[in-house]
Every structure is written in C-alpha cells, then in structure tokens.
C-alpha cells in the first residue's frame, strides 16, 4: 500500500494494524471467512486472503429475508470466484416470531449455519478458525444495547475477540478498527461491495444508535471506540473472575445445587451462583426480577414443607428434596425432567 498521508491511507492503517496483530496470534488454519457481502466482511476476505494465501475458505448464510439476499448472494460468488477461493452458501428461514428480536434470531441461524458448514461433513474441509467482521462501531452499538436494557457485566462485555464454539475457533480481527477505515482501505483497492439496505431502517434499534448517536459520540468524545473498548475488556474480565467464583460456589453446593449450601452465601454470592448454574445448566437468563423472587423464595426456604414453583426463563424453577431443579414446560406437564 502507499505511504501517503491522505485520509483514506491514513485511516485504511488500522486495517492492516489490526490484521498484523491477528496474525501474529498464528490463529489456527485454514480460515474461513463469514461472508456477507458488505464492506466490513468484503474487506477481511481481502485482508485474508493476502496474508493466508491458500488457506483461506468464505461461508455465506442467506438469511432468506429480503428482496436483496439475492444481490448479495451473487456479489459473493462474483468475489470468491475472482479471488479463486471457495464459497460455501447456506440457505436458511430466519423470520422471527411476534416478540422476538429479529437480530438475535438471524444471529442464532447465522451461527447454526456456521456449525454445520465447519462441522467437518459433506464437502466442507475441517476449518481452524472462523473469522467474523464486526468492528470497532459494532461493538461500540453493542455497548450501548447492554446499557439501554440494563444488562449486567456480562452484557458490557459485548463482543470478545476470540472465542470457542463448538469446538470451533472464533475471531474478530478488525474489532479495534472503525467501519469508516475499512471503507477507506476498500476504496484504496477500488473494491466494491452491497450496502445492505436494512442498515438504514430506524426501526430497529441498533440502527438508530449507529445513525443518532455515534456522531454525536464522535464529535464530543473523538476517542470513545477505544475507551469504550477498554470498559468493555474490564467487564469481560471481572465477569471472569465472577464465573470463577461461582463455579467453586456450584461445586460446594452441588448439581443439582443443594438449598443449604445457597443459603450460606451472601445474598450477591446467591445471585451469583444461581445465574451461572442457570446459564451453564439451562442456557437459561433470569430476569432481574425473576432473580430477586427466587432469592426471597430460597431465604424463606427453611421447612421441609416449603414448596418452591418460580417462572424463570421459558421454565420454572423447583424445589426437589433439599436441592433446586429447573425444568422446561414440557417436562413439568409430562412428568420428567430436562
């Protein structure tokens, strides 16, 4: 690239900072590369495929819910097919339900495509790592999400740098750099993508944030992508050291964990405790109102005949004996736990 000192090249130097970072943690190979066929995930195909060529595959989930899935789907093949590296589509269905986020619905297919496309079966080869787009905006919005709903460590984590699903590894390389650089780096290679047109629909939520908010962000805190990242990898590693501990807390209380041993913690240890088993048990994330019932149920716990039946998440948590279950619907109306 050229060295000269116009925005574009200035601003398309976190790109290649961030990639040179990444590589240097010799992620496992070969790579593939979420695909969608926008800026951010055009450039880290590129990114990749110069600095693994050879080693470098591209997934694309079709999400099926607009007109323009189609453009994006040919804008991809017409890439890969120009890099000379292989695409592997997946078509999948991911309306939402009434009442739910259609975010978290299409990011719960995307990854349930993600599984099967690197699970190692059909005509896929064994992946080492999947590599992701989302960049330093991204997480910033994400943030932001957390603290609109109220969230708790865990959700101001937001989004971690690396991580294992599965069995698979994932990565976010380009999660320090900010949209508008990798707009700058493509443009520097004159390489094209699609806008998605939902991007621009302030309907939903995050939209909104990126289109009112970040400029705002921009101009009263210049640096706010760096400090807010920074926040973020202090909550994610506090939330470490929570989970640490209530994992021993679980241990001593047991599986499934015994009243008494709860009942021994601080009230802050309890909630704790009773997040991660819930979560680490169930997948499960009780509401904070949900949480505090179920401490007031456990502390009034203190007679065999004290009978607990508390809707938490899409289940409901039980006394059993001296120890609590949870247990989904159907296990409840057909007699057997799950």
Request: aromatic share 6%; proline share 5%.
């Amino acid at each position: 690239m050229s060295t000269s000192s116009s925005p574009d090249h200035i601003a398309a130097r976190a790109v290649d900072e961030a990639m040179a970072r990444f590589a240097a943690t010799k992620p496992a190979l070969p790579l593939a590369v979420a695909l969608s066929g926008g800026a951010d995930s055009t450039a880290l195909l590129l990114a990749c495929v110069e600095h693994w060529p050879g080693q470098v595959v591209a997934l694309h989930v079709h999400h099926g819910l607009q007109a323009a899935a189609d453009d994006f789907e040919r804008h991809c093949l017409a890439l890969c097919t120009h890099l000379g590296i292989p695409l592997h589509i997946r078509r999948v269905d991911a309306r939402h339900a009434s009442g739910e986020s259609p975010e978290a619905v299409a990011r719960e297919y995307r990854y349930e495509a993600f599984d099967a496309l690197t699970s190692g079966s059909g005509d896929l080869v064994a992946v080492g790592t999947v590599v992701i787009a989302q960049h330093a905006d991204d997480q910033v919005e994400t943030i932001l999400l957390a603290l609109s709903r109220g969230a708790g460590l865990r959700g101001l984590a937001a989004m971690p740098a690396r991580w294992t699903r599965k069995g698979i590894a994932y990565a976010r390389p380009l999660l320090t750099v900010p949209g508008a650089a990798i707009r700058s780096w493509l443009r520097l290679r004159e390489q094209t993508w699609i806008e998605d047109p939902s991007n621009a629909n302030e309907q939903f939520t995050r939209n909104r944030i990126r289109m009112r908010l970040l400029p705002v962000l921009e101009a009263a805190f210049p640096q706010f992508r760096s400090t807010f990242s920074r926040s973020a990898a202090h909550a994610a590693q506090a939330q470490q050291v929570l989970d640490e501990v209530a994992n021993n807390d679980l241990t001593s209380a047991g599986l499934p964990p015994r009243i008494t041993a709860i009942q021994a913690l601080s009230r802050p240890r309890q909630a704790n405790l009773l997040r991660y088993w819930l979560w680490g048990q169930y997948a499960v994330t009780p509401s904070s109102a949900q949480l505090g019932e179920l401490l007031d149920q456990i502390a009034a716990c203190t007679t065999r005949g004290h009978r607990m039946h508390l809707k938490v998440g899409t289940g409901f948590v039980q006394r059993e004996g001296a120890a609590l279950i949870w247990r989904a619907p159907t296990a409840i109306h057909g007699g057997g736990a799950q």
